[in-house]
């Protein structure tokens, strides 16, 4: 989703490893289940930074339609594979108005510029039909920087992004906070949060 062509390329020198870390297990996540639920049955989803498409799985596995988005070539491509109607972009390529029902941008918005936050949930506000849903997972923190996989970050504090998420027309419904290991070795705080247009 980033237009960042180093994080764009280390997602796609390590998309198989990343497929891997992130498989998931039998049953959906807590999170990934309560966005679920919170949508209309058969419900269009768009997948903003989609990856290998393991969510986007559960999703049409669920009954929902589903729109999948991803900048790294690879990550479109082993979502291709598992039968994901997943296609290539950045987040500048949501130009989609009212058009969805949930908006899944699981730790995909991270890899954007924090000067660009404003204008990419202004997207999504647009892309998503009245009282639309969108889940947005985080990394919590200050400054921007780079880890050790060499991929761009933007880190936020809760305050920050819900101030962000409300200027763009969104009424916070949860905001759940944890920490967990990641791609690169590090364990991370994270903000998940829930919000409505």
């Known amino acids: ?15 198989a490893d990343y497929a ?5 297990g039998d049953a959906p996540s807590e999170s990934l289940q309560r966005f679920a639920d919170a949508l209309p049955p058969g419900g269009r989803i768009l997948d903003l930074g989609c990856g290998p498409g393991t969510s986007s799985l559960r999703f049409i596995q669920m009954g929902f339609a589903v729109d999948a988005l991803d900048a ?17 972009g950045t987040f500048d390529d949501l130009d989609a108005v009212a058009a969805h029902d949930g ?5 995909s918005l991270l890899h954007a510029p924090r000067a660009a936050l404003p204008r ?41 992004i819900t101030a962000l998420l409300t200027g763009a027309g969104f009424t916070i419904l949860a905001t759940d906070e944890g920490e967990e290991i990641g791609l690169a070795g590090t364990s991370d705080p994270f903000v998940i949060l829930r919000a409505r247009t």
């Open 1 to 15: 989703m980033t237009t960042d062509p180093r994080t764009i390329a280390a997602y796609e020198a390590r998309a």
């Open 20 to 24: 891997a870390r992130f498989a998931g």
């Open 72 to 88: 790294t070539p690879a990550m479109v491509g082993l979502a291709r594979s598992r039968g994901v109607p997943a296609r290539l």
């Open 103 to 107: 908006v899944w941008a699981n730790f």
């Open 120 to 160: 990419h949930l202004a997207a999504i506000a647009r892309a998503l039909r009245p009282g639309g849903l969108l889940h947005l997972g985080m990394k919590t923190g200050s400054g921007e920087a780079r880890d050790r996989l060499d991929r761009f970050y933007t880190f936020v504090t809760v305050p920050e």
